[in-house]
């Protein structure tokens, strides 16, 4: 017999596992929990209101065996004398998209310029300490992709483009814990990313696909209008059925190869600011209503802020991205000259602060010097602003940084806060910094934000900038049903840096489907 029902519980009610047990049994009309199985199926925390709730979908199984939450798993054939299928980047999209061509029996060949998940490593180590920026191996570039050393957020909006289930079964079937199939908010976290990222490595080795590391794409191989493969640092000609484009948002050097080629692109709006860094304790109090600590039932709080701004009769939005609680904030340059922040966390959460993005939307109107540099403008003006951040804060991986009710006031910060932020931090006027509409609608929307979360807008934080790798600045067109590129026959697009993903589940989904689609229309047995 399996029942299923939801419950609204106080956290200890849920958290406490032998106490939930007990509960549930008594929902279910049992006595006693020893001779049950009790499985959450769903698990959102709800702070609204001044007791936090905590809403749980369960099932019941009474004298049956509870099928599986993963099924038995994909089926991999061997695949190392099949057709290849080449695969530019080995990221979420890039890995799925391999994986998804080995289920169809083609043989992947991914080609990633950045070095194994270990040894990067050593680089982002490098990155910390000594301020060395590896262009090839850094927080952005190498297996994993710029997912794998971050927070590893799983949620989604991306519903319509793919099945969001399949992926989380796949993620843990190969490693993750099965929590990210009940959590509302999943995540894996940055400290247990890698091994998962090395077993889907293994996978698709194991198949018979090849993976080739430091491996550096500087060519394309065009006929007409039809592409046949890429050239490579090393000079090697790789040829394929096909090719998908999965390098990330921060592959500069694709797009202007790209570019070069006379191959269609557009620019594309992102979105550009700074980290915001609180003590987790601070955002604990906030949300969670409480006046000490948040107690060992609730995790680190989390948030999500938007405030509309107006500035000249234009509306623009200012907003948080990518929260992370108990977290750090680290260096995501991926080429000297230039200071890029990012944040990630552990998958405990248990850092001492909390960081987000606080950006704002980045318009093609905005670009208006950029218009000589094409599709390419807004990528020149997300590196110019990298670039005068790097020179504002002393040219090391030092950051630019300043107390938030300083910069709202536009006084800078005689002395900073402590950070996460292992390079360290230089008191510098963020105003000076960011272009001239990105800091005023900042001023503008924090402190407008401080009634939604009552102690937000302190000087006891601290923004430390500059965020601006949100989103690929740069689109590379498709076809809305093909996914081809509508220029160059078996080019597919795929993932954040061709301006279809935001993240790891919608760029894993992406490449799935550009994988089947490449597939479904250019096997050999479909070809004339």
């Not at 079964?169 to 990222?197: C, F, M, R, Y």
């Not at 009769?313 to 904030?329: L, N, T």
């Not at 590129?485 to 597919?492: D, G, M, N, S, T």
């Not at 597939?519 to 050999?524: F, S």
């Amino acid at each position: 017999m399996r029942k299923e029902f939801n419950l609204v519980l106080r956290p200890e009610e849920v958290y406490d596992e032998p106490v939930f047990h007990q509960l549930v049994a008594g929902k279910a009309g049992f006595a006693s929990s020893e001779a049950l199985v009790i499985r959450q199926v769903r698990r959102s925390i709800d702070a609204r209101g001044r007791q936090v709730k905590v809403n749980v979908s369960v099932e019941v199984f009474a004298g049956e065996e509870p099928p599986a939450r993963v099924g038995a798993g994909m089926v991999y054939p061997d695949v190392r004398n099949s057709d290849p299928l080449l695969i530019v980047g080995a990221g979420p999209a890039g890995l799925f998209a391999a994986l998804r061509a080995i289920e169809l029996g083609i043989k992947p060949i991914v080609l990633e310029r950045g070095k194994d998940v270990r040894s990067r490593r050593r680089d982002l180590a490098a990155l910390n300490r000594r301020h060395l920026v590896d262009p090839d191996s850094n927080y952005c570039f190498g297996e994993g992709g710029a997912g794998t050393y971050s927070d590893g957020k799983l949620y989604t909006r991306s519903k319509k483009r793919g099945d969001i289930r399949r992926i989380m079964e796949i993620l843990v079937s190969h490693g993750a814990k099965e929590d990210i199939l009940v959590d509302a908010h999943p995540h894996i976290g940055t400290n247990k990313l890698p091994a998962l990222v090395e077993n889907l490595r293994q996978q698709i080795l194991s198949a018979g696909g090849e993976i080739h590391f430091e491996t550096k794409v500087t060519d394309l191989i065009l006929d007409k209008s039809s592409i046949r493969g890429v050239v490579t640092e090393a000079g090697a000609r790789v040829h394929a059925m096909g090719v998908i484009l999965a390098t990330g948002h921060s592959a500069r050097d694709i797009f202007h190869l790209l570019a070069r080629n006379k191959v269609y692109l557009e620019a594309k709006p992102f979105a550009l600011g700074v980290r915001i860094e609180h003590d987790q304790q601070l955002i604990d109090r906030i949300q969670y209503h409480c006046r000490g600590d948040r107690g060992p039932y609730l995790p680190p709080a989390s948030y999500s802020l938007v405030q509309q701004t107006e500035i000249g009769g234009k509306q623009r939005g200012v907003f948080s991205f990518c929260m992370c609680p108990g977290g750090f904030i680290v260096p995501a340059a991926t080429a000297p000259g230039e200071l890029v922040v990012n944040g990630m966390s552990p998958s405990r959460r248990d850092g001492k602060f909390a960081n987000s993005g606080m950006v704002v939307a980045v318009e093609l109107e905005d670009l208006k010097g950029y218009h000589q540099y094409g599709p390419l403008a807004a990528m020149v003006f997300q590196q110019e602003v990298e670039q005068a951040a790097w020179a504002a804060a002393g040219k090391t991986q030092a950051a630019p940084a300043q107390r938030l009710v300083d910069f709202v006031q536009k006084k800078e910060s005689s002395q900073l806060l402590k950070t996460s932020y292992q390079p360290g931090l230089t008191s510098c006027d963020l105003h000076a910094i960011l272009p001239e509409f990105v800091g005023k609608r900042l001023a503008m929307a924090l402190p407008r934000m401080d009634p939604k979360m009552k102690g937000y807008v302190t000087n006891e934080a601290q923004l430390i900038g500059v965020e601006s790798r949100t989103s690929s600045p740069v689109r590379i067109p498709r076809d809305k049903e093909s996914l081809e590129h509508p220029q160059i026959e078996r080019l597919y697009p795929c993932g954040e840096g061709a301006g279809y993903a935001g993240g790891i589940v919608s760029a894993a989904m992406d490449g799935e489907r550009c994988a089947e689609k490449l597939i479904g229309k250019y096997r050999r047995s479909k070809l004339a």
